[in-house]
């Protein structure tokens, strides 16, 4: 078996001389054949072995004792041994993750950090090919689209602020039962977790009773069909994904933290290409594949044939919502606890007449001074210099949000418009409507600055202007 893993590794480039790598070990079976594997491994490839153990406070003595065992492995081999304590239960609870959750996300930030203290480059992880059925059918369970059927990857990058690294999974090429007759031919023990056994889990559910029925009553044979068919989705799904990038590359804008794609083009497109598209502005948004199902990509499909204004909420507070040519994509970052999503305003800000106002929220500059009118001289055009009769503003001047009875006066004989009606008008995206500042005179609004750029015909200067109101908003970095 050896010999398969090691040309397993070949086939993937797993290994390369010199690695420096981080090995999660339990105790449990999978764990100790892969400490074994690549211990005998070491020497031929010069590699620098770090076992991490991580006791999740759950199981009591039995945790405390795989603890102790993986400890006395580590010091017969000689190997660098780190182990580390977590309360997962308390952590699950805090986080609202069920406890399975918690504690892989704990494993995963404690092997990277280990990488990072350790200078290491991998993480190697007992993942066997039992497992990759596992998550294949669980992937199926739960509605995953093409690639969540396509299993666990043999090697994988994982960005962190200090570099790349790379998690291998040595053991997917194998089964648990070849694991087992490993460990018997080499005299290695092993530690049984029990929790493992039990039905507590969604995972373990699929372990002990839907493959072991299947292996059983119908095929026994069941796993390696399952990782064959897995392994021709992949090489489908690696395609796909090639067409897919090259029409999201052509289609999909972005503006700020949005992405935009137009409803006439994308409905052009194959309903495949349409589904990839979506979802890779999914995964983006959500620096994640996890929890994004097939039914979110068919939910914003829908939103094409909806009228303007609809909009759908997705996992991770990403909110697609159809406009007039598009759909935008984008992440509320507040909610409410009925589930409605709230904005942050800005608190309003009375501006210094003449003066200086420093807008931090939008790193933005007010700059505002009086100037005296003299007759016939042209009033500039620019999006970030604005002219207002001073004599006719009523109150005083603030920068803010919008507010319950705006209005904007849209001509000389007096006519006004909702403000809500006004950005519905200009076609003002809602996600923008709440953040944009405006310039006010209680509630009569005297600038629009951005997109709209907008003055109210109510300050505008006539040749009976005696005093100019001047504003020019710039970015702070200018």
């Avoid at 492995?73 to 069920?98: G, M, P, T």
């Avoid at 604005?386 to 009875?405: A, L, P």
């Avoid at 006004?416 to 709440?434: A, E, N």
Wanted: hydrophobic share 35%; proline share 2%; glycine share 6%.
């Amino acid at each position: 078996m050896l010999r398969k893993i090691e040309e397993y590794m070949k086939q993937n480039h797993i290994l390369s001389k010199g690695d420096r790598i981080v090995l999660g070990v339990s105790g449990g079976a999978d764990s100790v054949c892969l400490l074994h594997v690549l211990y005998r491994l070491a020497p031929e490839y010069g590699l620098h072995l770090i076992v991490v153990h991580i006791n999740h406070g759950i199981r009591g003595e039995e945790a405390d004792r795989d603890e102790a065992f993986v400890r006395e492995i580590c010091n017969q081999w000689k190997l660098e041994f780190r182990s580390f304590h977590f309360d997962v239960i308390e952590i699950a609870k805090k986080e609202r993750l069920s406890e399975e959750e918690a504690g892989r996300n704990i494993r995963y930030q404690t092997f990277i950090k280990v990488c990072k203290d350790e200078k290491c480059n991998k993480i190697a992880i007992a993942h066997n090919k039992d497992d990759n059925a596992e998550t294949i059918l669980f992937h199926l369970f739960r509605g995953s689209g093409i690639k969540g059927l396509t299993g666990i990857d043999s090697n994988r990058l994982i960005e962190a602020k200090f570099g790349e690294i790379t998690l291998i999974r040595p053991l997917l090429c194998v089964k648990r039962n070849e694991i087992e007759d490993y460990l018997d031919k080499n005299k290695l023990v092993y530690q049984i977790d029990k929790t493992n056994l039990t039905l507590d889990y969604s995972r373990n559910k699929i372990r002990n009773k839907v493959l072991s029925y299947v292996t059983q009553e119908i095929n026994a044979n069941a796993v390696e069909h399952i990782d064959h068919a897995a392994s021709q989705l992949k090489e489908i799904n690696a395609f796909l994904e090639k067409c897919i990038g090259d029409r999201y590359k052509a289609l999909v804008r972005t503006e700020e933290a949005s992405y935009l794609i137009n409803v006439d083009n994308l409905i052009q497109e194959d309903i495949v290409i349409q589904k990839g598209i979506i979802y890779g502005i999914l995964e983006r948004l959500a620096r994640s594949r996890k929890d994004l199902e097939a039914k979110h990509v068919q939910e914003v499909l829908n939103l094409l044939e909806k009228q303007v204004g609809r909009r759908i909420e997705l996992p991770y507070q990403i909110v697609a919502e159809r406009q007039y040519k598009d759909i935008i994509f984008y992440k509320q970052p507040n909610r409410s606890v009925e589930g409605a999503f709230l904005y942050e305003k800005m608190e309003p800000m009375v501006i210094n007449i003449p003066g200086r106002q420093v807008i931090r929220e939008y790193q933005k500059i007010l700059d505002v001074e009086i100037i005296e009118n003299k007759k016939n001289e042209p009033i500039p055009k620019s999006s970030c210099i604005k002219w207002f009769d001073y004599d006719k503003i009523e109150n005083t001047v603030v920068v803010r949000n919008r507010s319950e009875g705006d209005y904007i006066q849209i001509d000389r004989l007096g006519g006004r418009k909702k403000i809500k009606d006004f950005f519905i008008d200009i076609k003002l995206p809602r996600k923008d409507r709440d953040k944009q500042i405006l310039i006010a005179d209680g509630n009569h609004i005297m600038w629009i600055p951005g997109k709209a750029d907008r003055i109210s015909e109510g300050y505008k200067v006539s040749n009976d202007t005696k005093k100019i109101l001047l504003m020019k908003l710039i970015d702070m970095e200018d």
